[in-house]
């Protein structure tokens, strides 16, 4: 009964009259849920048809099929090779392209609320909206880097994977370290002051305390700062992240550096730092950072588009759908440029520049092994939001000289291994089913990354219609 082919569309539909029959109670609490639980006698799904982009830079498979069973992907293969359970449902995909779901490896949480910016946005509330916008846009995992508070964020991890809220991309967090009135941006700093999310260490042994305060509470990184801001704040000595890094490793947890000068960027990866964050801004590299990248590989988190101007400008529907027509209004009628805030301004008389150091710095780093993954800075101000900027991220990548192959993989499988998201980043038999369904192949141009049909989040497809409704309000 349940063997019958059928389209996206009609399982929906199929979906729907289930839910109706099944009564008013689990439609209403289904809506509630934000997604479109696929439903069958035996709870298996055969996904038939589409070309399948696995995440591991393998060749794509044109006539692909997988089954989901539980949330969980069971079998991978070409079409024909994949035989499904008996009685499991079947969904046509043929003509669409599916590829894992995306990894954001750095973002900043909880303080921007569309238009406005600042700790007092900072509910479990707003949180889990800028993981719905992350999971609307097929990022189902995003990393919070130096600048949400440890016990909330613990709190929210407890109550996200009790179930407690409806689906959305999975939260990760670390806390922040920098000396007193160091570390993040002005801006960043007042909110981070506020949520005491940063740890403030002047010496080695306070910051030897706050690695094994984070460690106790099986906190697996921290972020830090090595950046005196062109002179205007306390940098991090090299004491004090030698030793943050010696006693973060000492417990397996991972550092992230931010560093945004040839020297400082040699300093920390030649200390052992595991995640690179940002690009030499302004500089041509030299042989000693390519031999560094070379013996110790860092991870590396290009942030590039928080410098880019503001697809906002485009008045491209795909970013336009998730933000509020206010806003939208607002960034669109700002034509000055006003510090990182979002802006239409014409390109400023550094842009070229920035453009020519990108060109040649950025496939050197990659070349010299810098192991990138993708980190957006979102959040970071209003503008610089959630899902828009990952894709523009990968977008930039294939700019600057990726293939949208490689791009993928940075965007997924990688970022999974660096987060230890063992069940996460690939189309694998044993992986959460965290895919997204494409009505065109990224592989031949990465923009097509953005013709999103649908996502789905452990088994479950994501109503994006519903969210997409709630932002337009
Ligand atoms: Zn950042």
């Known amino acids: 009964m349940n063997s019958h082919r059928d389209t996206e569309t009609q399982s929906q539909r199929f979906f729907s ?22 439903q069958n006698r035996t709870g298996t799904l055969l996904y038939e048809g589409a070309r399948l982009i696995i995440g591991d830079d393998s060749a794509p498979i044109e006539i692909g099929a997988f089954i989901v069973r539980d949330g969980r992907i069971t079998a991978v293969g070409r079409g024909g090779d994949v035989k499904p ?27 921007e609320s569309y238009s406005s910016w600042g700790a007092h946005n900072y509910t479990a509330q707003n949180v889990l909206d800028h993981l719905q916008r992350e999971a609307f846009y097929g990022v189902d995992a995003t990393q919070s880097v130096g600048s949400s508070p440890m016990d909330a964020s613990l709190q929210f991890q407890r109550d996200q994977q009790a179930g407690k809220f409806p689906r959305a991309s999975r939260f990760l967090f670390m806390p922040g370290m920098a000396p007193p009135n160091g570390g993040p941006d002005e801006v960043l700093r007042e909110g981070t002051r506020e949520l005491h999310a940063v ?10 305390t706050a690695i094994r305060a984070m460690a106790a509470k099986k906190v697996g990184s921290v972020k830090i700062w090595v950046d005196d801001r062109r002179g205007t704040y306390p940098k991090m000595t090299p004491e004090v992240y030698n030793a943050v890094i010696d006693e973060a490793h000492k417990h397996g947890m991972k550092v992230h550096a931010h560093a945004t000068t040839l020297p400082d960027q040699k300093a920390v990866v030649r200390a052992g730092a595991d995640v690179l964050v940002h690009l030499v801004q302004g500089a041509p590299l030299d042989e000693e950072l390519m031999a560094l990248l070379r013996e110790k590989r860092p991870y590396w988190a290009t942030v590039i588009g928080l ?13 336009d759908q998730s933000l509020p027509d206010a806003v939208i209004a607002k960034i669109r009628a ?18 070229p520049t920035r453009e020519t150091t990108l060109l040649t710095n950025f496939p050197r780093m990659i070349a010299n092994g810098a192991r990138i993954v993708l980190g957006t800075d979102a959040g970071i101000h209003p503008g610089h939001t959630f899902g828009i900027a990952d894709h523009h991220e990968l977008a930039r990548w294939v700019q600057l000289g990726l293939t949208p192959a490689q791009a993928i993989v940075a965007a997924t499988s990688r970022p999974a291994e660096l987060l230890g998201l063992k069940d996460m980043g690939t189309l694998a038999a044993g992986k959460e089913a965290d895919f997204i369904v494409l009505d065109a192949n990224p592989l031949d141009d990465v923009r097509n990354t953005r013709k999103i049909a649908s996502v789905y989040l ?16």
Not at 17 to 38: D, I, M, P, T, Y
Not at 334 to 344: H, K, M, P, Q, V
């Open 17 to 38: 009259v289930s839910f109706c029959l099944c009564g008013l109670f689990l439609f209403v609490s289904s809506l509630f849920l934000g997604v479109v639980r696929a």
């Open 85 to 111: 359970p008996a009685g499991a449902a079947r969904v046509d995909l043929t003509g669409k392209t599916v590829m894992p779901t995306l990894i954001d490896a750095h973002v900043h949480i909880g303080y």
């Open 199 to 208: 740890n403030e260490v002047s010496t080695a042994a306070e910051a030897r």
């Open 307 to 319: 410098g880019d101007h503001s697809e906002v400008c485009d008045n491209d529907p795909f970013v």
């Open 334 to 351: 700002t034509t000055t440029a006003r510090g990182l805030s979002a802006n239409c301004a014409p390109p400023g008389p550094n842009a």
């Open 458 to 473: 452990h088994g479950d497809r994501l109503d994006r219609d519903a969210l997409r409704a709630r932002w337009k309000r």
